[in-house]
């Protein structure tokens, strides 16, 4: 069954940003035998996104491991099994579950390389699904990657497609430093072409997904998506918007960002989670010390409101749009 799915692998296909992480998983766990997955439902259910479906079928409960619905006790068992020499991979079954498990991952997944004066590392992924667009409630369509991302030790990335799900996360397995890898669950259905022989791009290194010349436009995970719509409705009135895919929130790469503010003179940042304090500002920080010069106006600002997740009647209100994004680009250029 193995050798069947890892044949399967080898030529090019259609894939879900699911499928595609489900595949990379696969990949990981037979490349590797001190891979294990560990997470609520993940074995027998497949995970409530169906991300872990059959791995537990083909590799054993003692690999694929359905925990008890404890993310503080699911991340400290995956540091000492780290300790041990194993590769876990911890799925965290929506991003606002997360908050038990927290003062496990920032005082000691974080800190455990640092304190041992790097005599051991601490291979580890803790998956998230997180954001909105799906009707869910509160708990279920946060974004709290500033958390993280602020927190020194911690690697986090998160992927925007199907192609970049596939090697991200084989990429995080691989790692000696603890990645928290964050997933767009509104995403897990979008499809692209995977190429498993292509050579991936760098785990922790942004890219230019859509060329440009008026205005830059900064996204990762699900925006993505809605920030490349909007620049396919911006080249409709005649502006030319250039998409980067931060793709790593820590470390951030931002050469790719300054080279492209540097030649369109303007910045929009865009990203599910509130405006206050979000992503978005440290690009903003940094663009206006490196850039200043090449700026035509202030960076803008795109992001949720500074107020706890709503219901999932108004939940189009409080996310970030394709109306949104064009109407931060028409005040970029206002100036």
């Known amino acids: 069954m ?3 799915m890892s044949e399967s692998t080898s030529k090019t296909q259609q894939i879900t940003l699911a499928k595609g992480l489900n595949l990379g998983l696969r990949r990981a766990l037979e490349d590797d035998p001190k891979v294990l997955l560990m997470g609520e439902d993940i074995g027998k259910l497949g995970g409530v996104f169906r991300v872990t479906d ?19 006790g699911i991340v400290g068992t995956a ?14 079954q929506f991003d606002g579950f997360v908050y038990p498990a927290f003062d496990q991952i920032v005082t000691q997944v974080a800190k455990m390389r640092a304190r041992a004066l790097g005599t051991v590392s601490m291979p580890m992924v ?14 279920h369509s946060e974004s709290p990657e500033a958390y993280f991302a602020m927190t020194a030790g911690l690697r986090v990335v998160s992927a925007s497609n199907p192609v970049d799900a596939y090697w991200m996360i084989q990429q995080a397995i691989a790692s000696d430093d603890p990645v928290v890898f964050f997933e767009p669950k509104r995403r897990y259905w979008d499809k692209a072409e995977l190429d498993p022989t292509a050579t991936p791009h760098p785990l922790y290194a942004s890219r230019v997904v ?24 911006a080249e409709e009135e005649g502006r ?39 992503l978005g500002a440290e690009v903003a920080a940094r663009v206006t010390e490196k850039c200043f010069y090449s700026l035509e106006s202030p960076v803008i600002r795109v992001g949720a409101p500074h107020t706890p997740y709503p219901p999932s009647r108004v939940e189009e209100e409080f996310l970030p749009d394709l109306d949104r994004v064009l109407d931060a680009v028409d005040r970029a250029f206002a100036f």
Do not use: N, W
Not at 79 to 92: D, F, S
């Open 2 to 4: 193995l050798t069947e």
């Open 54 to 72: 059959g791995l537990q079928k083909d590799f054993g409960e003692g690999r694929v491991i359905d925990t008890p619905l404890a993310e503080s």
């Open 79 to 92: 540091v000492g099994l780290a300790l041990a020499g194993y590769r876990p991979v911890v799925e965290i």
């Open 126 to 139: 803790i998956r998230i699904p997180f954001g909105g667009g799906i009707g869910a409630v509160e708990h």
């Open 210 to 233: 859509r060329p440009g010349t008026d205005a830059t436009v900064v996204a990762y995970g699900p925006m993505v998506k809605t920030c490349l719509e909007a620049a396919a409705a």
């Open 240 to 278: 030319s918007l250039e998409v980067i895919d931060l793709r790593t929130l820590s470390p951030l790469d931002l050469e790719p960002v300054y080279a492209s503010v540097r030649k369109t003179g303007r910045l929009v940042t865009v990203h599910e989670a509130s405006v206050f304090l979000g």
